[in-house]
């Protein structure tokens, strides 16, 4: 059997998301607030768990409490809960040490795009 190579150009089109991705590349967070229940999706749901559909844009402060963290050959990645959102998010850890619990939302890196937490002290300030 011969192996093969098949490579893949591509590019996806943000559709809806397109505000959270402009805002993610400049390093701001922007969540979406349900129109029915007020929850604030982060990274923004199309459709709220709640079923409603409509919802608008919201800017967060970008700062996140890091719950849950790991280490990989890739870097540190965690979950994160965002201040003024329901959900939780996947993110990339740039600059943690071990006993960090908060980071700030930075800018993506344009050759692999992501959520990226720098360390800061508190949520709060």
């Known amino acids: ?9 591509y590019t996806l089109r943000s ?6 991705f402009d805002a993610l590349d400049k390093g701001d967070a922007l969540g979406r607030r349900c129109t029915a229940c007020e929850a604030v999706s ?7 768990p709640c079923g409603e559909r409509d ?3 919201v800017r967060l402060s970008g700062r996140a409490e890091v719950l849950w963290r790991t280490t990989g050959a890739d870097g540190a990645f965690a979950l994160a809960r965002f201040l003024g ?5 996947t993110v990339r850890l740039n600059g943690f040490t071990e006993g960090t ?16 937490l720098v360390p800061v002290e508190d949520v709060s300030t």
């Open 42 to 48: 982060y990274p923004p749901l199309r459709v709220c």
């Open 85 to 89: 959102a329901a959900r939780m998010a």
């Open 15 to 20: 559709g809806w998301l397109a505000p959270f």
């Open 1 to 9: 059997m011969i192996p093969y190579q098949m490579r893949l150009n």
């Open 101 to 116: 619990r908060f980071g700030q939302l930075t800018t993506a890196d344009q050759e692999l795009p992501h959520l990226c």
């Open 55 to 57: 919802g608008e844009w």
